[in-house]
Structures are given as structure tokens and as C-alpha cells.
């Protein structure tokens, strides 16, 4: 009986050693510019450093995976051809310096001798990772930011959560986590969870009453919401979250 249940726990630890091993992930990442020809001094700065998936439990998963990254943070229709997140990246870039030079062909012309084209100093840059996960849900979240200024008074920095299925490398949405009608529900809940993280002053500058809005992350404790600039409050606010326990969340939860 001894021997039998060495036995059993030696296969234990095996396969927790291969639950924790079973995703290995690497970083696409460049950096650049674009310079205004024939005005020194101006130019449009890009980033990127882009996380992915290398290999997981089955191609599938890794593939999965990647073109979720790929179709919901950098745009790109994927289908027909393979999910390689480097490839899309340096189309993003060529995306931006071809709209950065429309632009200048647009706006150049109309200046004045002497004029200096002050709108014309830009700047992108797009960071994705995963960061938090709930392994006891086979949970994991990759965040990303998308940080731009195309002049105007300031830039735009939007936030992305995706949640995966580490199952399947499907994406998770609400409709898989939570019943039928939740968000009506859960509203004011929300509400006041987004009103903790706001100084009292601040509590008018909110639109409205706000509802799930699909973008969420996820860890050990709990899910978290969260709102990007105007979403539901003005620039000047900045981004807003509410944080739920899954304790909190378990009337609304399948």
C-alpha cells in the first residue's frame, strides 16, 4: 500500500509539473521612427512589444490564442493565414507610416513659408502581456495598451483585457461566465464599486449608471471591470475599474 501510494504521488507531481510548464511564450518587440521629410525635428515615434503564445498543450490552443491577440488588438483579419503575432506588428507599422505620410501630403502643402508643421510630431506604441489568471477556472489574462497622439491636445491610451479558456485558447465573454440578464442586475453594484475608487467631487462627472461592458480581467480573487478614457466619464477622470471577489459575483454567475 506504501509503494502504491508513492506511486500515486510521484504521478502527482508529474502532471502539476506539466500543468505549469504547458504554455511557453515569447515577446515581439521593435522600435522606430519616422521622420518628416524636409523638417528636421519632426517626426512619428512607434513601439511594440507584443507577448505570445509559443506553445501550449496543443497547436490549436497556441493558435487560438495568438489570433484572438492579433484580431482584437491590432485588427487584423486573420483568417486563411497563419496567427504569427510579428508579422501583424510590422503591418501595424507599416499601417502607421502610411497614414502618417497621407497626412503630411495633406497638411504640408497647405502651410505657409516658414511655417512649422506642429501637428505633425505623432506617436504609437502598443504593449501586450498576460498578467493575472484564475488556474482553479483555467483562466488567464493578456492585457494590453494602446498609447497614441496624432496631435490635438492629447494623446489617447486605451486599455484590452482578454480573457482565455487555457482548455481551449477560445476567448471567454460574459455570456460564458454569467446568466442570462446579469447586467441589470448587477448595475448598481457596479455603480457603487466604481464610485469607491473616486474622490466624492468626481461622482457627478460619471454619464450614467454603468453596465458590463465586456472588458475584464481576472485573477485568484475575483473579475474586474474596466473603462477607458470617456467611456463613461470624461477624459479628465481617466480610467475607471470595479473589482468584484468571485464570492461577490456568485449570484450572477452559471
Sequence with gaps: MKRINLILGVAALCVAAACTQEMKTATAADNGKIDLEGYEGYSCGWSYSMEYVTSAKSQEIADNINRTIIESTLYYDTAGMPPVVSTYCQQWVEGIDAEYNEFAGEVLPELDEGDEPWMMNWSYS??????TGCASRNLRTYSVMDDSYSGG?????????????????????EADLFRDGFEEDIAEPLYDKILENLDEEAWDAIYEVPTPNGNFSVSEQGLTWHYNQYEIAPYVVGPLSAEFTWDELAPYLK
Design 126 to 131: 502598443m504593449d501586450g502581456s498576460f498578467t
Design 153 to 173: 491636445a492629447h494623446g489617447t491610451t486605451t486599455n484590452t483585457f482578454l480573457v482565455f479558456d487555457m482548455t481551449t485558447g477560445q476567448r471567454i465573454t
